[in-house]
């Protein structure tokens, strides 16, 4: 199977940077996705008249059709873009436009149907899902989130008092995150994830269901993120969130680009459609 994504700097050691003295990576390319399509393949009813209902699996078995056919989801259709040290891209769109298909894309998850992403770097990514043991309690899994992200021992030690206390969990992190509410594993999960610095952080809709407060936290955070040369691509339905975090807006429209660039414009043509 072809690579999910390459090294950018196996493809491309030679783009031109921008020059900024105080931070030299600044401007730099991190991501470069390539005319890229991504399709899902998933089992479905042979054709449009046949709803994935009772009747229709009544009338297979009935017809002895056994399996339904497989069908192809083409979630996206050809994207291309640069993404650049200290960018917070913000992936707005309609439900089922292709945005988390996307992130996931580039963190590597899904391979390309065509087309290529090449990262600079090792890209994370922060989901509403993202892998914390349920029935392990906040403690364990601040030091196996640390540990999965390459954390020494002492370095878990030094920032373990920093992730409780960003989350704002208190002593909720004695018990188990089953007993969390969505809010609080979310807030667990962003604070766990942002506690180490990353070359390419890709938050998917995670700032969706904290408070206003956690909201403000997060934003300075991903903005310290930018500062220190890092990318980070943000997905929220929440266009405030994206107004105030990000410099750059890409909208997707049924896995196309619809439009790119400045978030004002971007999201004044959006909310105009
Ligand atoms: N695992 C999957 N298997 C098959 N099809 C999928 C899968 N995940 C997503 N899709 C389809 O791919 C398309 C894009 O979905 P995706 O989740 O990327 O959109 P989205 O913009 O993130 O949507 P939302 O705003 O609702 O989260 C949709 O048509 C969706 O049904």
Redesign the pocket.
Known sequence: MAEPTKELSQVAPQIPQTQNPQNPKAGSPTVIVDGLHII?K?YGSSGDSEKGNAASALMRILRRQGRPQMKE?H?VKGVSFVAHHGDAIGII??????????LRAIAGLLPPHKGAVYTNGQPSLLGVNAALMKELTGERNIILGCYAMGMTPGEVREKYDEIVDFSGIGDFVQFPMSTYSSGMGARLRFAISSAKTHDVLLID?ALATGDRDFKRKSQQRIKQMRDAAGTVFL?A?NLDVIEETCNRVIW?HK?KIRMEGDPQEVLEAYNKA
């Open positions: 899902y998933v989801v979630a769109g309609r439900n089922g436009s292709g945005k988390s298909t996307l809709e997905v339905h997707l896995g």
